[in-house]
């Protein structure tokens, strides 16, 4: 970890201790409520912006999808890879419960024990991204590989046809 802000989640920060791997936190200081405005503030494109999405079924199960930001994930493609059936996004109370974040700033890595984890084959194209780091302020650079592998995420095609 090159860098540690002193507001970054506890826990992000102690997962990072316990799998140490090439990551970077970004701080731009400016709002970053969107992928074209998260992309403009650190100089990327915005395909190398990544979303951390959780969905829910109507039994209470869930999944957390990852996605290229300027992609729209297709809930039936969701559906299909995860077995689960009438997904839809989750509330952002839920999000902070599941995942350990709170929405608009969920972390790929260091999510709450169980959570399973589906990643677009497409984020897997890229030697590096920027996701959530935890808070909505924060950014972290992170290989798509390290998320795979962290997370023991399947690899599918989740987004909406181009």
Do not use: C, W
């Not at 935890?134 to 046809?161: C, F, K, M, S, Y």
Request: charge should be neutral.
């Amino acid at each position: 970890m090159k860098n540690r802000p002193i507001d970054a989640p506890a826990r992000l920060l102690a997962f990072l201790e316990g799998h140490p791997i090439d990551v970077e936190f970004v701080a731009p200081g400016v709002p970053m409520p969107t992928v074209p405005s998260a992309a403009a503030a650190i100089g990327v494109p915005e395909e190398a912006i990544l979303k951390t999405l959780l969905f829910v079924d109507d039994a209470g199960n869930h999944v957390v999808a990852i996605a290229n930001g300027t992609r729209r994930i297709d809930a039936k493609r969701l559906a299909n890879v995860s077995g689960l059936t009438r997904l839809r996004a989750a509330n952002p109370d839920a999000v902070e419960e599941i995942t350990g974040y709170a929405a608009g700033g969920v972390a790929p890595i260091g999510l709450k024990p169980g959570v399973r984890v589906i990643v677009d084959e497409a984020v897997t194209a890229l030697p590096v991204a920027y996701a959530g780091g935890g808070r909505e302020h924060l950014l972290l650079r992170i290989a798509p590989t390290d998320i795979v592998r962290l997370n023991a995420a399947q690899v599918a095609p989740i987004v909406r046809p181009a």
